[in-house]
């Protein structure tokens, strides 16, 4: 069954304030949630790693890389070069 009367100009113009608002709601919600993504990442705390590090192409266990932090570089006490 279909509608008696259509106007299809009639119907543009009553739907059209609607189709636009539900537009700028969906474009408001991705910047928010790209907002959101952003900040969490800026504000996350990455894992510092294990202790043993394994290679994934061989399997075996890699020496940890020396730090670049000059104290950590020796253990107290150790003779510095």
């Known amino acids: 069954m279909s509608a008696p009367q259509t106007n299809i100009e009639k119907q543009r113009r009553r ?5 636009i608002g539900m537009i700028v709601l969906a474009a ?6 790209v907002w959101w993504l952003g900040q ?11 202790a ?3 290679d994934g192409r061989t399997g075996n266990a890699l ?11 020796a253990p107290p006490g150790a003779p510095a070069d």
């Open 15 to 19: 739907h059209a304030g609607p189709l």
């Open 28 to 33: 408001a919600v991705g910047i928010g949630f």
């Open 40 to 50: 969490e990442a800026a504000d996350s705390n990455p894992g510092q790693g294990s």
């Open 52 to 54: 043993v590090q394994i």
């Open 63 to 73: 020496e940890p890389a020396p730090s670049l932090d000059p104290a950590q570089a």
